[in-house]
């Protein structure tokens, strides 16, 4: 069961920042390509940002150079350190795992 703890999602003005973690199983979190995506609101699910099991990052070029992606291997945690805040990044956001173990949505809003 991949959790996804509340705290992390919520309201913030535009150029703001949050903070969302995932936690995984640990055999999950040790052997996958982890990963964030998003669904705005009307719009398909898109991908953020992902991370290797050795550290590569990827980024999609609307988040590059304002979200950051990392992975504690202490706590078998994924994060996503998001800043300068946009209202077009509004959406539920997810954690995966693999491309196939999701968590549970979390709602960011951003006001403008």
């Known amino acids: 069961q991949v959790q996804l703890p509340a705290p992390g999602g919520g309201l913030v003005q535009a150029g703001g920042s949050l903070r969302l973690s995932c936690v995984f199983p640990?055999?999950?979190?040790?052997?996958?390509?982890l990963a964030w995506y998003r669904q705005p609101p009307g719009k398909e699910r898109e991908s953020v940002a992902s991370i290797t099991t050795n550290g590569y990052t990827y980024f999609e070029a609307s988040v590059t150079g304002r979200f950051t992606i990392s992975r504690n291997n202490a706590n078998n945690t994924l994060n996503l350190q998001m800043s300068a805040l946009k209202p077009e990044d509004t959406a539920v956001y997810y954690c995966?795992?693999?491309?196939?173990?999701w968590g549970q949505g979390t709602q960011v809003t951003v006001s403008s």
């Open positions: 995966v795992a693999d491309g196939r173990i």
């Open positions: 640990a055999n999950v979190f040790r052997d996958y390509v």
